[in-house]
Nanobody, 128 residues
Framework: QVQLVESGGGLVQAGGSLRLSCAAS????????MGWFRQAPGKEREFVAA????????SYADSVKGRYTISRDNAKNTMYLRMDSLKPEDTAVYFC?????????????????????WGQGTQVTVSS
């Protein structure tokens, strides 16, 4: 059974940092793109960052560009999201996802419907 489990969320002051992890089990996702999304209360789920199968291509939402860093360790079947200079507006539940689609070696999709498996989410709260 495929499972994605996020961890590393919590409460942090504005300007602080957190690192989220997404551990995959049930199969290897080393050949597939992965991504992070977030959903704040009362808002739709939005794209945060994506990474292609080998980590050579990454993409970010404009709102997090320069502050967040996505990475992966295929040997551990795990993806990470380093979040620096956090702002109160970054408060949300953060979800990781895996895409089983393939659209070239640099494929790192930015829309939710391109992803197949999702984790349950981890809460990130940034206080002002």
């Amino acid at each position: 059974q495929v499972q994605l489990v996020e961890s590393g969320g919590g409460l942090v002051q504005a300007g602080g940092s957190l690192r989220l992890s997404c551990a995959a089990s049930g199969r290897t996702f080393a050949s597939f793109a992965m991504g992070w999304f977030r959903q704040a209360p009362g808002k739709e789920r939005e794209f945060v960052a994506a990474i292609n199968w080998n980590g050579g291509t990454t993409s970010y939402a404009d709102s997090v560009k320069g502050r967040y860093t996505i990475s992966r360790d295929n040997a551990k079947n795990t993806m990470y999201l380093r979040m620096d200079s956090l702002k109160p507006e970054d408060t949300a539940v953060y979800f990781c996802a895996v895409s089983l689609r393939y659209d070239g070696p640099k494929y790192a999709p930015g829309t939710a419907d391109e992803y197949t498996y999702w984790g349950q989410g981890t809460q990130v709260t940034v206080s002002s």
